[in-house]
């Protein structure tokens, strides 16, 4: 069955600490991947996203991303957090089957908690 | 909208009571996804609509829950008999293609007494 892991559940940093959330996924075919946050009291928003091309995605606020097919993976990194980087943090992968349907399948998610 | 708009935001609700949560997606988006969030569980996939139509229905925890989409539209899910274990944040997300990542609502908490 297809599945996501994150292997972090909590993590705590200083801020100018260098983050990476790792992320794992089981899935054969084709798939794009996302990573989304969700900020204390706010909803859920996207980050970065791949679907092709160059495996290292920019995003949002410093994010970034580097999607690694032979080891199904696609870890968030940060060069350099900051107290406002604290929130909850979704990988969530696409995956196609049967035609055309589609399904998004996620992480339990990483709680980064940033010490000022 | 410029959003995705659920409603109601909060809703307290007696056991074994029915309830209807409501997600208005962007407009122009065809896709929609309800997902519910509990504490501990991260996400959870419910159900996902294409335009009015469900091709998959897969993540419906039991046939207490059930969902429509009107018009290419809004969307309704009713849960009824609710039970305790229903306590958790009823997410709505659209996507105009699905390969375009998804913006979500704000959720509807809902909290079965």
């Known amino acids: 069955a297809q599945s996501v892991s994150q292997h972090n559940h909590h993590v705590i940093l200083s801020e100018a600490a260098s983050l990476e959330l790792g992320c794992n996924y089981s899935y054969g075919g084709t798939v794009n991947l996302f990573w989304y946050v969700q900020y204390p009291g706010q909803h859920l928003q996207l980050l970065l996203k791949y679907f092709s091309g160059d495996p290292l995605v920019k995003g949002i606020k410093g994010f970034e991303a580097e999607f690694i097919k032979s080891k199904f993976s696609f870890n968030l990194r940060k060069p350099s957090v900051q107290w406002s980087d604290t929130a909850e943090y979704f990988c969530a992968v696409n995956v196609q089957w049967a035609g055309n349907n589609r399904k998004l399948i996620w992480g339990l998610g990483t709680s980064l908690a940033v010490n000022p | 909208g410029a959003g995705v708009s659920q409603s109601p935001s909060n809703k307290v609700t007696e056991k074994g009571k029915d309830v209807e949560l409501r997600c208005d997606p962007i407009s122009g988006h065809t896709a929609l996804y309800w997902y519910r969030q509990s504490l501990g569980q991260g996400l959870e996939f419910l159900i996902y609509?294409?335009?009015?139509?469900?091709?998959?229905k897969s993540g419906l925890p039991s046939d207490r829950f059930s969902a429509e989409r009107t018009g290419g539209s809004v969307s309704t899910l009713t849960i009824q008999r609710t039970q305790q274990e229903d306590s958790a944040v009823y997410l709505c997300?659209?996507?105009?293609?699905?390969?375009?990542?998804?913006?979500f609502g704000s959720g509807t908490r809902l909290t079965v007494v």
């Open positions: 997300a659209s996507s105009l293609v699905e390969t375009y990542g998804y913006t």
């Open positions: 609509f294409q335009g009015n139509s469900a091709p998959d």
